[in-house]
């Protein structure tokens, strides 16, 4: 019985969770404080800081493979 209830609750989480956006809100949800970063300029100062004391540099975005071809 429990299993069902959970089950059902899962279902109901992942089906809630989709939303259509009108295009008149899309403008308020693409602002700087919605982004998963909103202040890129102090993560560059940290990675600069963190080059320093550290001594070694990258790692810390998303480029392609290792075969060179970026």
Same mark, same amino acid.
């Given at each position: *019985? #429990? @299993?069902?209830? !959970? @089950?059902? $609750? @899962?279902? $109901?989480? $992942?089906? /809630? !969770?989709?939303?259509? =956006?009108?295009?008149?809100?899309? +403008?308020?949800? /693409?602002?700087?404080? *919605?982004?998963? &970063? ?6 560059? $100062?940290?990675? /600069? =800081?963190?080059?320093?004391?550290? +001594? #070694?540099?990258? +790692?810390? +975005? ?7 071809? &970026?």
């Amino acid at each position: *019985m #429990a @299993l069902n209830k !959970s @089950l059902i $609750f @899962l279902i $109901f989480l $992942f089906l /809630s !969770s989709c939303a259509n =956006v009108k295009q008149i809100d899309r +403008g308020r949800h /693409s602002t700087k404080i *919605m982004s998963l &970063n909103p202040l890129p300029e102090e993560s560059t $100062f940290l990675d /600069s =800081v963190n080059t320093y004391r550290e +001594g #070694a540099a990258g +790692g810390t +975005g998303a480029v392609g493979g290792g075969c060179g071809c &970026n």
